[in-house]
Nanobody, 116 residues
Framework: QVQLVESGGGLVQAGGSLRLSCAASGRTFSSYYMAWFRQAPGKVREFVTAITSGGSTNYAESVKGRLTISKSNIKNTVYLQMNSLKPDDTAVYYC??????????WGQGTQVTVSS
């Protein structure tokens, strides 16, 4: 079973930056894709960005140009660099992965709060 653990969340002022990490452990195999989702209070969980095994990326329109996903296959870790943060980016950020083993995993989430 694959476990995903997020870290790097916190409180930041508008315009600031944060870097989230998601480390995969357990019975890890190559991932088909890794992604970040977020859920703001009172809202449904929404897609933020994803990266495939080949390195192709996809972003929600609301974060294009500000958030960047990357990964380290050696470290089994995916990152989310968040720049020019806005109060609307405040949410719990969840790591998600689909693996060639057939597993789909979610992390426990990390809180990001952007103050105005």
């Amino acid at each position: 079973q694959v476990q995903l653990v997020e870290s790097g969340g916190g409180l930041v002022q508008a315009g600031g930056s944060l870097r989230l990490s998601c480390a995969a452990s357990g019975r890890t195999f190559s991932s088909y894709y890794m992604a970040w989702f977020r859920q703001a209070p009172g809202k449904v969980r929404e897609f933020v960005t994803a990266i495939t095994s080949g390195g192709s990326t996809n972003y929600a329109e609301s974060v294009k140009g500000r958030l960047t996903i990357s990964k380290s296959n050696i470290k089994n870790t995916v990152y989310l660099q968040m720049n020019s943060l806005k109060p609307d980016d405040t949410a719990v950020y969840y790591c998600n992965g689909a693996f060639y083993s057939g597993e789909i995993a979610w992390g426990q989430g990390t809180q990001v709060t952007v103050s105005s």
